[in-house]
């Protein structure tokens, strides 16, 4: 006897594209999102995985989620609701800062920021660490907020050169005691490396380098070993020295140099992704 059953009707696709729950096609020239945020300015990327988890974070009107990845050129991607603004480069500065600046944006009344230094700063240019107002030499800026974080955090051990003036004539044994490391209130400092560049009548220079980036370190130090510092000017950071920079002046790192800089970091020169280690 024949089935006279009808066959089951499939149903029907009511919806008009792709499930709304179900993020869209990744473009190709699309990046990792929490680096085209440090890439924006927003700081690590660390830093940046939060506001992503925390759903502060949209592509075109959408929610993002960690691990996404976007191309800015072709999507609309947000931070709670401001629509994020890429560098045209990624600049990379080195000032020679002179005595008497503070490092910061927004200084108290009365005070000097070293932003003022340049003609018209990007919005998303950040420091490299800082220097007391009564330091001078090399500072770094830049608008790549995961070089920042890597070039300051102690795991990279970035060294970083100062040439000190201190009262008097240092013993060796107060130089060894500054190569192995000195007991300060916040704790044992790493070794350093440490040479008597001049003899002064009154005075010595020395040339100190450490990996270390704590309040005041090398001031301490020094006074911690009876030779307080009467004048100190930071030389070089990882590969950038002054090179000839005057005071008060600066000029954008070089391609070479910007490549030495991310490869200290862990960082490849393109678009600044994790090298292999």
Known sequence: MA??????????????????????????????LQKLLA???FGSRRACERLITDGQVTIDGRVATLGERADPASQAVAVD??????????????????????????????????????????????????????????????????????????????????????????SEDALERLRRGVALEDGWTAPAAVRVVETLADETVLELTIHEGRKRQVRRMCQTVGHPVHRLRRTAF????????????????????????????????????????
């Open 3 to 32: 089935d006279d059953r009808a066959p089951k009707a499939r149903p029907l696709n009511t919806s008009d594209g792709p499930d709304s729950n179900t993020p869209p096609a990744v473009p190709p020239a699309s990046e990792r």
């Open 39 to 41: 890439r924006a300015g």
């Open 81 to 170: 609701g401001v629509s994020i603004t890429l560098p045209d480069d990624n600049v990379t500065l080195v000032l020679n800062k002179p005595v008497g600046y503070v490092v910061t944006a927004a200084p108290e009344r009365g005070q000097r920021s070293v932003y003022a230094l340049f003609d018209a700063p990007p919005p998303q240019l950040r420091y490299v660490g800082r220097l007391d107002a009564d330091t001078e030499g090399l500072l770094l800026f830049t608008m790549d907020g995961e070089l920042v974080h890597r070039l300051t955090h102690p795991r990279y051990e970035v060294n970083k050169v100062y040439e000190a003036v201190v009262g008097g004539h240092p």
């Open 238 to 277: 990882g590969p950038i020295t002054l090179d000839g920079l005057a005071t008060g002046e600066s000029r954008a790192l070089r391609a070479d140099e910007l490549a030495a800089l991310q490869a200290i970091a862990g960082l490849s020169a393109v678009g600044g992704a994790e090298a292999t280690r």
